[in-house]
């Protein structure tokens, strides 16, 4: 080749890969000012609540301009004696209402500028009640619930109707809500939060506080964690974690943890597995729950099974997140991702994949009367008593899959959502679809005089 030539393709090659370098910039600028645009709503939020407590509440809410705004509350809509205004003008607005009452229904309005924005007699809320074991707790779970849909809109009302047939007397239809993560589809933007979830359950966030689980489509944009308040030093009880990705809350006799295994490190020895151990350590809770977004037992749209779906997530929650759990007695593990419902029987030491699976690793529940399932377990924290794990991402999505794995004793392709009911010893988990059915019904029962514990090798 003469150096002529040789010179010549030198410089192309030098101007082509300026040019790859120059546009690979261009696009990463591009995509940095989609993705922070996107963070970003400027229109109306109806007020939603955040942080409970048995002495406090946070209310937050949205405006398309900026004002001082005015929340009054108190025992009764007509006389709303308590008064708390804003220092300053804002559009995102967030009020901590402090010394509450326990157990106790607060209604509130809200106002601006002289104007009425919220109120009446739909506009409440009710602190957490003293932690004893005989207050009866019903909560609700949405899995991967963002999708603006025809089977969302059903399944929020086939819950809503299933609700109301046995509504608590003087009680809220549900205490608090829960999700399972991906809240706003497609890609985690604040005006896709607003139509994917607050428009749609306006209803229930003004009455009832929403505990969210950060999911993979949320994770695409910088909302998630400018919307919601999330607890870092144990304002809802539990341990303070010093995070918002992970942290736990009580309610009565439940203890609640929540942990991202989204964008959080799940080796043995990262800070949130450190925390999780601690937390898990210290509580005495007579129930616990614990929440994330990629499940451990899964062949719905997902399979956990394979060690490249979801970069490894679910695999390495099998492996490092589920020994803490089961160790520390974990009751129910709930998850999304995988646009199904499936339900596990209880559990312990299983952290392969399902070929590994034994009948040893797996307690047949004692079939109750009525055909449902019922579950014995000891009263206290005794490791590797067993867990039930349930998929619940059917609420507004619903995809293909083999539905198949055998650590589940309920597989379904059913849109639908969860409602937990606990008190004094008992848990009752339903699996409502949108056709206002019990697609799935099972119970835990704890007793003193019972004794049972699987061998992990």
């Excluded at 080749?1 to 690979?24: I, S, V």
């Excluded at 708390?84 to 157990?103: D, F, K, Q, T, Y």
């Excluded at 151990?277 to 616990?288: A, E, I, S």
Aim: charge should be neutral; hydrophobic fraction near 35%.
């Amino acid at each position: 080749m003469n150096r002529q030539k040789q010179h010549f393709l030198k410089r192309y090659a030098r101007n082509l890969l300026l040019f790859l370098l120059l546009l690979g910039v261009v696009f990463a600028a591009g995509r940095f000012v989609h993705v922070y645009l996107g963070s970003f709503y400027d229109g109306a939020r109806a007020p939603y609540l955040q942080l409970p407590a048995k002495d406090a509440m946070t209310i937050r809410w949205q405006t398309e301009e900026e004002g001082v705004a005015e929340l009054r509350y108190g025992l009764v809509p007509e006389q709303l004696n308590n008064k708390i205004v804003e220092e300053s003008p804002a559009a995102e607005h967030e009020i901590r209402i402090n010394g509450l009452n326990a157990n106790t229904r607060y209604y509130y309005t809200i106002s601006m500028d002289g104007k009425l924005l919220y109120g009446g007699s739909k506009y409440w809320f009710e602190t957490l009640p003293q932690a004893t074991n005989d207050h009866a707790t019903r909560f609700v779970v949405l899995g991967d619930p963002g999708y603006h849909n025809e089977r969302q809109i059903a399944v929020r009302d086939a819950m809503s109707t299933w609700l109301k047939k046995g509504q608590r007397e003087n009680r809220a239809l549900f205490d608090f809500l829960l999700t399972t993560g991906d809240n706003a589809y497609r890609s985690g933007s604040n005006e896709q939060f607003q139509n994917g979830f607050f428009t749609p359950f306006s209803d229930w966030l003004r009455n009832v506080p929403v505990w969210p689980v950060y999911g993979n489509h949320d994770a695409r944009r910088w909302a998630f964690y400018n919307i919601f308040s999330l607890p870092t030093n144990a304002e809802s009880g539990g341990l303070p974690s010093g995070s918002e990705h992970y942290y736990s809350f009580n309610v009565a006799n439940i203890h609640v943890v929540v942990l991202d295994t989204q964008d959080s490190e799940l080796d043995n020895d990262s800070q949130q597995l450190v925390w999780l151990r601690k937390d898990l350590q210290q509580n005495t809770k007579t129930w616990t729950i614990v929440l994330f977004h990629h499940p451990p037992y899964t062949r719905g749209s997902h399979n956990s099974d394979n060690r490249r779906d979801s970069h490894g997530r679910m695999f390495q929650v099998r492996k490092n997140v589920l020994p803490i759990l089961e160790q520390a007695g974990v009751d129910l593990v709930l998850t999304g991702h995988s646009h199904m419902y499936e339900r596990s029987h209880l559990m312990a030491c299983h952290y392969e994949t399902s070929d590994t699976l034994t009948s040893e690793m797996q307690k047949l529940p004692v079939i109750h009367e009525n055909g449902y399932p019922v579950y014995n377990k000891v009263l206290g924290r005794q490791p590797y008593i067993g867990t039930v794990y349930a998929v619940v991402g059917s609420s507004s999505k619903l995809d293909d899959g083999p539905l198949d794995h055998p650590a589940n004793a309920v597989s379904l392709k059913t849109a639908g959502a969860l409602v937990v009911d606990i008190e004094n010893d008992r848990m009752d988990v339903r699996f409502i679809s949108s056709s206002d059915e019990i697609k799935d019904f099972f119970s835990i029962q704890k007793k003193k005089d019972y004794s049972f514990s699987f061998k992990c090798e």
